[in-house]
């Protein structure tokens, strides 16, 4: 279909959603959106709908049963897109804190600076991260810190959340023996594109905590990706061919 297509996850984002993805039309490139809605209970999904006959060829909705976990979607949005031949797979959130200004940036790192994954990334050029309280930023740097020590990954930022993926890289990763669906899933899909060789380019943007709506953060979701990586990181050792 489309040369790139905008994958937004959605649970109760009905403050956020129409204007994201008018954000995203209004931008020099055009791009696609496949919306992947958990059956959000505020009306998500419908407002998407609505959008769908102002945009007919361009917005899509994917409805699931139930809240899944991020990395479900996306791997849900991933299939999606590779069964209608999409080159480029962004993974961007619906609440602002990725600013659609820099679509452009991460679609050129991969169509013209041969990059195979594009990372939106808060810390390569510092920390580039507004109204986050100091514990939080803190939290992530180290996270990130932690996360390239175990794993060897030569990435800044190994949990952001706004990646461009040539389509050869998810046709190469095994979707269905991802792990991680929450905090953890976007340090997995580095870290198998990393393990498979395929080029990966961090680009500076500036991350904005959101202001409507609610984060999604929890204990759980941390916990996952701290423990997660050990794991993770063994299991690539020992059976290598597999993961």
Known sequence: MGNGIIIIPTFNEIENIERIVRNVFSQRRKFHVLVVDDNSPDGTATRVRTL??????????????GKQGLGTAYIHGFKWALKRDYDFIFEMDADFSHNPNDLIRLYNAC???????AIGSRYI???NVINWPMNRVLMSW????????????DIQDTTAGYVCYKSEVLRAINLDRIQFVGYAFQIEMKFKSYLKGFKIIEVPVIFTDRTRGTSKMSGSIISEAVFG??????????????F
């Open 52 to 65: 769908m006959a102002e945009f007919p060829e361009t917005l899509f909705l994917e409805e699931r049963l």
């Open 111 to 117: 169509k013209r600076d041969g990059a195979d994954v």
């Open 229 to 242: 990586v050990i794991k993770m990181k063994l299991k690539s050792l020992f059976n290598r061919k597999k």
């Open 125 to 127: 050029t510092g920390v």
């Open 142 to 153: 180290l996270a990130s810190r932690y996360v390239r020590f175990i794993t060897g990954m």
